[in-house]
């Protein structure tokens, strides 16, 4: 709050309009900052009364990651001439106006919030594996709890292997872009699954049910299409190899499956 009071309005004006294409990878990258809300479905099982919290929890995350990320960019932009050209904007930032200490405190909180976000990932990201498995889908060994700790460990210790590998073989952006790709496919399969359970199940009524859902689901899916549209060819061939890494598995297991029936 403190950054309000030192914006300079003239810092707003622009100067440079960026072509579509700019416009749109940036716009996909944007994904990778703002998304992460919808982490806490991944988690519906361990969850009390799903259908009424998720709903909530869902939202409200979404409104507070928004808001807080506008207002942050509102200070930065308004208090630091060179943003786009800086390595540490928020600090560099915190540094005019609240001097060193103010520079301090963002690195502090930048520590507490990669740490964070780390959390979140692998909270989130080591039951994928275990639910594939629970269904089915996935290598019996990955829905293995520890008996102590109540966690999935093979599955734990998968999805840290992979991120390892990602964190090692591409940099920040590289792995942000993937991160987002990956994420905007999701969010088009959800809107697409919207649409065709409706359709499917139209009697069910005991869910959240959003109005003119199938409006903002169509919007959701051309959007998709739009921000893949954007991504960089090595980045899509990899989330490729990834995805039909998962396909051979889950044929090699339903397969294997049948054979033991």
């Not at 579509?20 to 988690?43: I, M, R």
């Not at 502090?108 to 080591?126: D, E, Q």
């Not at 840290?160 to 399969?189: C, D, E, K």
């Not at 959701?220 to 190899?241: A, H, N, Y």
Request: aromatic share 12%; proline share 4%.
């Amino acid at each position: 709050m403190v950054g309000f009071f030192f914006i300079e309005p003239a810092q707003y004006e622009i100067k440079h309009i960026p072509d579509f294409s700019s416009f749109s990878s940036t716009v996909l990258l944007l994904v990778f900052a703002f998304g992460g809300f919808e982490s806490v479905l991944v988690n519906s099982g361990e969850v009390k009364n799903p259908e009424k919290n998720l709903p909530f929890a869902l939202l409200l995350a979404a409104v507070f990651i928004t808001t807080i990320y506008i207002l942050i960019q509102v200070v930065s932009i308004g208090t630091l001439p060179e943003l786009a050209s800086s390595d540490k904007p928020l600090a560099e930032a915190a540094g005019l106006f609240m001097g060193k200490s103010g520079a301090s405190i963002i690195a502090i909180g930048a520590i507490f919030s990669v740490a964070g976000t780390l959390n979140a990932i692998m909270l989130v990201g080591s039951r994928l594996p275990y639910a594939f498995s629970e269904e089915k889908q996935f290598p019996g060994l990955f829905s293995f709890i520890h008996p102590k700790y109540k966690t999935p460990t093979w599955s734990l210790l998968l999805f840290m292997s992979i991120t390892i590998i990602v964190s090692l073989n591409y940099s920040f952006l590289s792995a942000a872009s993937l991160s987002a790709i990956t994420r905007v496919m999701i969010y088009g399969i959800v809107c697409t699954t919207l649409i065709l359970l409706r359709k499917k199940n139209p009697e069910q009524a005991n869910f959240y049910k959003l109005k003119h859902g199938n409006i903002i689901a169509v919007t959701g899916i051309l959007i998709t299409l739009w921000l893949l549209s954007s991504s960089r060819l090595r980045e899509l061939r990899d989330v490729g190899i990834t995805i039909l890494a998962g396909l051979v598995i889950y044929i090699v297991v339903n397969r294997s499956k049948k054979n033991n029936q």
